[in-house]
């Protein structure tokens, strides 16, 4: 059954680790990933931007695919559904669909509006036992059509809005999503710090967690980051491994082109990924 991510981020900020959310992207990322969460007893949160929505079919479909997957898998960890980078439109969408945890990016809206309509999203999943993720300053890079330049937040908005009782909050700190660039200036801890002064227990999340350097993610996570959102290193790992299966010849070879033994060893690539990533992180053995 779905959990909301509230439970499992307060646990991670309290014991100074953090909650791996790994963006899905068709059956065998979902697959891979639930059964690595599994295997290392870790809480896990399963993210959705609304372009991989689209191509999955919409919401309702990957909801009934998900807990179709906890039943038959056997999978006993905490697991979170969540809409990655969500529209206001979206994320009412996911909340009718089943979906257990949402986000509002609100933060191309100006303050006010950003105000008032997380207010709305926050008494909604109150209401229903849902989390909820809001944006302050927007995350750099691309991210299914939404571009940002890696914007440092205002700590004081960021109060602002963790005061309208959202569940966790992601704040811009010279992350980006994607690849970093050479000339990429690393992150703004000292943003992370007087962001977490601010806004005390509420759990950070720190997003683009691609790329950026294993002691950067360890200090994010001892300054209050208790949420990192991964995505493009799976796809990255997936893409690498599938690539050498083809160029080796191997889909010549007997029923090699099953796309069950075609994508098999991409499938160990994103399992590999999410493992190095919840050990970097600290959540395993936390469900």
């Not at 602002?160 to 980006?176: H, Q, S």
């Not at 994010?220 to 080796?248: H, M, P, W």
């Not at 033994?261 to 395993?284: C, H, P, R």
Request: glycine share 12%.
């Amino acid at each position: 059954m779905l959990v909301s991510a509230k439970e499992m981020l307060q646990k991670a900020k309290k014991g100074k680790y953090a909650v791996g959310q790994f963006n899905i992207n068709n059956l065998e990322w979902t697959k891979a990933i639930l059964q690595t969460a599994q295997e290392l007893n870790s809480p896990v949160i399963l993210g959705v931007s609304e372009g991989a929505g689209k191509y999955m079919c919409g919401y309702t479909t990957i909801v009934g695919m998900v807990n179709g997957m906890i039943n038959e898998l056997g999978i006993t960890v905490p697991v979170a559904l969540h809409l990655d980078h969500g529209s206001y439109e979206h994320a009412k969408k996911c909340i009718e669909a089943g979906f257990s945890s949402v986000m509002f990016d609100g933060s191309h809206y100006p303050i006010e509006e950003n105000i008032e309509k997380t207010k709305e999203l926050v008494a909604l999943c109150d209401k229903l036992g849902l989390s909820i993720e809001a944006e302050v300053g927007s995350i750099g890079g691309e991210e299914d059509g939404v571009i940002g330049a890696g914007e440092v937040a205002d700590p004081k908005e960021c109060k602002m809005i963790a005061d309208l009782g959202v569940t966790m909050l992601a704040a811009g700190i010279g992350n980006i999503h994607g690849k970093y660039p050479e000339n990429w200036a690393g992150l703004s801890f000292d943003t992370l710090d007087a962001i977490q002064q601010l806004t005390g227990d509420m759990p950070l999340v720190l997003h683009g967690g691609t790329g950026i350097p294993a002691d950067m993610i360890k200090k994010a996570i001892s300054l209050g980051v208790s949420k990192i959102n991964v995505n493009t290193e799976c796809q990255l790992a997936f893409a690498d491994a599938t690539r050498k299966y083809i160029e080796a010849g191997k889909d010549l070879q007997g029923k090699g082109f099953d796309p069950r033994k075609l994508l098999a060893d991409g499938v160990q690539a994103i399992k590999d990924t999410v493992k190095e990533k919840m050990e970097l992180f600290g959540s395993v053995n936390k469900a």
